[in-house]
């Protein structure tokens, strides 16, 4: 009588599956774990992860080192960065190879993940594993990874397919909403395309299951995401997740606005999915699917429609959603749910599902032509070293573009004084504060919106037009000593950064960096504009407290602290609170109301807002917990309820 052992499914048979998935994950997965981490985006996830890391076990919430500082964890999902400061400290990684383990790791899953949740809705095995290994070796995913470096959303890719998985496995339990819940909340704090896909998967999967209907598909009654419960389930994960997503949506959030013209300029052309252009992976415009998927999907896309498969019409529903999400903004006309140029890289993982619908009407076909036991064996075997052989070389999506930064980054810190800035636009930035603890400052990313008016005039002022006056006015508003230009810098713009004001410290093609002279322009981190001061005494060693001391200064002393004004600051003159306001630049001013020798003290902490969400996420925590079913919770809100009622009959009589 065979034994039967579980692990995630009902068989044994799962084990070798998964293991073979699991090492095709792990053999893709070799660039991630050697340096420099690949990825155009890997300096900006590595300088996050490294710079907070310096304050563990306290996680700082102002960033002081980006565009004059920003409020680091609010503008970003945390969730990705938290878990690697979390493996630094548990296993004593540098900050690079915990960001490679956890993406292996995190992309491992994925795959398997996959493999089970269509393994649960009645697959054959083998095509099951087809479409996991379709998927982890598609040109389009590992050039997600290992060229754009979009290591958040590999991340964020094992909480979406582990939700359909657990949608699967849970659907008709009483478990279901918080499984949902739990899948939102992850989702929410570590990738909001992936949230919004998600969100998208279930809503698109209903539209699925009408088609389904209104054509008879075979099995279309297999649901797996009950409307009402995926409802009150998501909203419970928002809910939880609110102690981030409330500020971020109210605050950082609105400054990425959804209505963008510009939105259009991120379109992609949907033939790069499925038009190989090799001149075009350098430049990051090819989100190339790969030639096996492409034929793999097709059939199945094609059979799912001919002969009416449910999962197959769910599938196909699925990659027409992803499709479109590419292509919105032209359709709306600049309203955009975020950069369309993200979404391509769900585009993969629709496709793989779809392939497994072909490959498992193959493999039902023919299966009596291997129905002895050793031929069984020899096709299995081979048909695995087939999917497995087209996993084995990912050479061609890697790009380390920033090698040569690594090298520039070293040799500038010794030219910057403690809070002078380096001015830069480019993945240099990002790279820059892997190895330094020195500011620097970069318009270019989301991030930079809390003061965007202040970086378009940075921008326009140091990188276009020959006014040497109004760039030294802008280097000393933004407190920058040096500024680095990546590429070819116009003859125009380049006849401004000539001596006595500046002179070349670094000539590394493609990178060269100016200096501004420090004798003739001095510059200050506090600034004082108005009284008389003897001396500043500046002490920052913890981000979000920063403490300076002024000498002999005068009543109403007006000082600017060079940083971005954010609702989070306080300020306290000898103990004592005093104004902060928000000046033309975007920086902080304040008054001295005292003469002689004062402390300053700003501390950034939470707002109001921040109060709102952490209160929110209690009530998501309490919902979560009353649909538990559980017999001592329902007690407690029954009392609860008697109590309540007692409390309202004797105050209404």
């Known amino acids: 009588m065979p034994v039967r052992t579980t692990l995630f499914s009902k068989h044994m048979g799962n084990i070798f599956p998964i293991l073979i998935i699991a090492g095709v994950g792990l053999v893709l997965s070799s660039p991630a774990l050697s340096q420099p981490l690949p990825g155009v985006d890997a300096p900006m996830h590595l300088s996050k992860i490294s710079r907070l890391w310096?304050?563990?076990?306290?996680?700082?919430?102002?960033?002081?080192?980006?565009?004059?500082?920003?409020?680091?964890?609010?503008?970003?999902?945390?969730?990705?960065?938290?878990?690697?400061?979390?493996?630094?400290?548990?296993?004593?990684?540098?900050?690079?190879?915990?960001?490679?383990?956890?993406?292996?790791?995190?992309?491992?899953?994925?795959?398997?993940?996959?493999?089970?949740?269509?393994?649960?809705?009645?697959?054959?095995?083998?095509?099951?594993?087809?479409?996991?290994?379709?998927?982890?070796?598609?040109?389009?995913?590992?050039?997600?990874?290992?060229?754009?470096?979009?290591?958040?959303?590999?991340?964020?890719?094992?909480?979406?397919?582990?939700?359909?998985?657990?949608?699967?496995?849970?659907?008709?339990?009483?478990?279901?909403?918080?499984?949902?819940?739990?899948?939102?909340?992850?989702?929410?704090?570590?990738?909001?395309?992936?949230?919004?896909?998600?969100?998208?998967?279930?809503?698109?999967?209903?539209?699925?299951?009408?088609?389904?209907?209104?054509?008879?598909?075979?099995?279309?009654?297999n649901h797996i995401f009950p409307f009402f419960k995926s409802l009150f389930g998501g909203t419970i994960g928002v809910l939880l997740a609110s102690f981030w997503f409330i500020p971020y949506l109210m605050v950082e959030g609105s400054r990425t606005a959804a209505f963008m013209s510009s939105t259009t300029a991120y379109v992609l052309p949907l033939q790069s999915l499925f038009l190989f252009d090799s001149q075009n992976i350098l430049l990051l415009q090819s989100y190339y699917l790969g030639v096996l998927l492409i034929g793999f999907g097709a059939l199945g896309l094609f059979i799912s429609l001919y002969r009416r498969v449910f999962w197959g019409i769910i599938f196909t529903s699925w990659t027409f959603f992803f499709l479109f999400m590419c292509i919105q903004p032209y359709i709306f006309q600049g309203l955009s749910l975020g950069y369309p140029a993200r979404y391509p890289f769900f585009v993969s993982f629709s496709m793989s599902l779809l392939s497994a619908v072909f490959f498992n009407l193959l493999l039902k076909r023919f299966a009596r032509l291997f129905s002895k036991l050793h031929v069984k064996i020899l096709f299995r075997s081979a048909f695995v070293l087939l999917l497995v052989s087209c996993a084995v070389y990912v050479d061609p999506v890697i790009i380390k573009a920033y090698e040569p930064e690594n090298r520039v980054s070293e040799e500038l810190n010794s030219y910057l004084s403690p809070f002078e800035r380096l001015a830069s636009i480019s993945t240099f930035s990002y790279t820059f504060n892997v190895l330094s603890n020195h500011f620097q400052i970069d318009g270019g990313y989301i991030e930079g919106n809390i003061n965007m008016e202040l970086y378009r005039r940075y921008w326009s002022e140091i990188y276009s037009g020959d006014d040497v006056e109004a760039t030294i006015d802008i280097l000393k508003r933004i407190n920058a000593r040096l500024v680095l230009f990546y590429g070819q810098i116009s003859p125009q713009v380049e006849s401004k950064f000539v001596p006595p004001y500046f002179s070349a410290i670094l000539k590394k093609p493609p990178t060269t960096v100016f200096e501004l002279n420090r004798t003739l322009v001095p510059l200050n981190f506090i600034e004082v504009i108005s009284g008389n001061e003897q001396e500043v005494i500046l002490s920052y060693m913890n981000p979000d407290i920063l403490e300076f001391e002024l000498k002999n200064c005068s009543v109403n002393t007006e000082l600017v602290v060079k940083m971005n004004y954010h609702e989070g600051w306080i300020a306290y003159c000898n103990e004592e609170v005093v104004s902060l306001v928000k000046n033309d630049d975007g920086f902080m001013n304040l008054?001295?109301?005292?003469?002689?020798?004062?402390?300053?003290?700003?501390?950034?902490?939470?707002?109001?807002?921040?109060?709102?969400?952490?209160?929110?996420?209690?009530?998501?925590?309490?919902?979560?917990?009353?649909?538990?079913?559980?017999?001592?919770?329902?007690?407690?809100?029954?009392?609860?309820?008697?109590?309540?009622?007692?409390?309202?009959?004797?105050?209404?009589?």
């Not at 919770?633 to 007692?646: A, D, G, N, W």
């Open 54 to 221: 310096t304050f563990f076990p306290s996680l700082p919430m102002w960033f002081p080192w980006w565009y004059c500082g920003i409020p680091l964890l609010k503008t970003y999902p945390p969730l990705m960065y938290w878990a690697n400061i979390l493996v630094i400290a548990l296993f004593r990684l540098e900050s690079w190879l915990a960001l490679g383990v956890i993406d292996t790791m995190s992309f491992m899953l994925t795959g398997c993940f996959i493999y089970l949740f269509l393994r649960k809705i009645g697959l054959h095995e083998l095509a099951c594993l087809s479409s996991s290994i379709l998927y982890l070796s598609s040109f389009q995913t590992l050039s997600g990874r290992f060229g754009y470096g979009h290591y958040s959303h590999t991340f964020a890719m094992l909480f979406l397919v582990f939700g359909i998985y657990l949608a699967a496995k849970t659907h008709s339990s009483k478990y279901y909403e918080i499984c949902i819940a739990s899948v939102f909340c992850l989702l929410v704090l570590s990738n909001l395309y992936a949230a919004i896909s998600f969100v998208g998967l279930l809503f698109t999967y209903y539209v699925g299951v009408l088609f389904a209907k209104a054509i008879d598909a075979r099995n279309e009654q």
């Open 591 to 653: 008054f001295i109301p005292f003469d002689g020798d004062v402390k300053m003290k700003m501390h950034y902490s939470h707002t109001e807002l921040d109060s709102v969400g952490i209160v929110t996420t209690g009530l998501g925590i309490l919902l979560l917990l009353y649909v538990t079913k559980s017999e001592w919770v329902h007690e407690v809100f029954r009392r609860l309820r008697i109590r309540l009622s007692k409390r309202t009959y004797e105050f209404m009589h």
